[in-house]
């Protein structure tokens, strides 16, 4: 995707976003608010379950800005969840203590025209970007997200997550119009999602496909690439300049095709993607994103050293931006966290 003519812009991540290669590289982590910072603990012992919140745009706001008050992130990644989208389309979401989301009723056993869209509760989330922004420092981008299509659809047809999606990938089988149509709904909601975070003042959005992995070559190219091209060509079209980060977690091969037939603006690469050989396939002129495995962030030391400097070397002469290959975990020392942003500023 080539972007609007806006001039390139001073944000090291925004700018790097719109295809500047800089010698520091900007750095974000993936769940960069979380478990494993205290003031996160501290607040979310003061509430009540996730929806609540990720729906109270004060305290969103606040765990928005922690990671980038302690750290000195050069992205603000919005607090929220993927799931927001099937709970903007009437299925029912809570998460149960240790296991995870749960959504209701699940459309392997019932139809999508029986949810009553609900996009009313969207409207905290909006709220909150507009918070964090109005906070923000000058030289930090605020990102927006939401999950791709597949993704959330894996969790709305199956009411949950599941380690092979198999519920979902069977209905995609055995029903490709049924399953077509919960697709085309969540693009929809998806579209008007993102374009109203952008509204708000998100100057970067990602598309977040932690599933998309598990689909066989032709399933990937109807179910993953297909409805992010869709999405990506119609935010273009209503936010020329603003860039669309799309993370296909475990597409492996399939990755150059991504890249190429959704024209996204950059592309994520998980752990498992050797950086040597994503900058050979990958256009030169796109930025990446990527992608220190989040174990190697919680052992730190030689291990975590080296990794990240491969992973600096890899992708010297493009426009990267420098994070891990999926979010970072509850038990990641903060220590370590630091040392990670010294070295990619440092060397």
């Known amino acids: 995707m080539i972007l609007g003519t806006a001039p390139i812009p001073e944000k090291p991540l925004l700018a790097t976003l719109h295809g500047q290669r800089r010698d520091v590289p900007p750095i974000w982590l993936m769940r960069q608010a979380g478990r494993y910072l205290p003031e996160y603990r501290a607040l979310r012992a003061q509430k009540n379950g996730f929806v609540d919140l990720a729906t109270d745009s004060e305290a969103a706001c606040e765990i928005t800005l922690q990671p980038v008050r302690r750290f000195g992130m050069d992205g603000a990644i919005l607090f929220s969840d993927i ?7 009437g299925q029912d979401l809570w ?12 459309l392997v056993d019932n139809a999508l025209s029986g949810l009553q869209a609900a996009p009313g509760r969207l409207e905290p ?22 999950g791709s299509p597949w993704t959330v659809a894996t969790y709305m ?30 693009e ?30 032709a399933e990937f190219e109807r179910w993953v690439i297909a409805p992010t091209a869709r999405i ?10 603003t ?42 002129d796109l930025p990446v994103q990527g992608n220190l495995d989040p174990l190697a962030l919680i052992t730190g030391g030689d291990a975590m050293t080296s990794a990240a400097r ?38």
């Open 83 to 89: 799931l927001m989208v099937p709970w903007a389309m």
């Open 95 to 106: 998460f149960e203590e240790g296991e995870g989301p749960r959504l209701a009723p699940r």
């Open 125 to 146: 989330i909006y709220e909150t970007v507009r918070r964090v922004v109005a906070q923000l420092s000058p030289e930090t981008t605020m990102l927006g997200f939401a």
């Open 157 to 186: 047809v199956a009411g949950r997550g599941s380690r092979d999606q198999g519920e979902t990938r069977r209905l995609a089988y055995r029903d490709p119009q049924a399953f077509g149509a919960i697709i085309a709904a969540i």
């Open 188 to 217: 929809g909601v998806t579209v008007e999602y993102l374009s109203k975070q952008i509204e708000a003042g998100a100057e970067a959005v990602q598309l977040f496909d932690s599933w998309a992995g598990s689909l066989a070559p």
């Open 232 to 241: 990506a060509a119609a935010l273009a079209e209503r936010h020329p300049t």
């Open 243 to 284: 860039p669309v980060i799309g993370f296909p977690k475990g597409a492996g091969a399939k990755l150059a095709a991504y890249a190429r037939e959704t024209r996204v603006d950059a592309v994520g690469l998980d752990e498992t993607v050797d950086p040597v050989w994503a900058n050979e396939v990958l256009s030169k």
């Open 310 to 347: 491969h992973i600096l070397a890899a992708f010297a002469e493009r426009p990267h931006i420098f994070n891990l290959g999926h979010g970072v975990l509850p038990d990641a020392p903060i220590a370590h966290v630091e040392q990670l942003l010294s070295l990619v500023r440092n060397g």
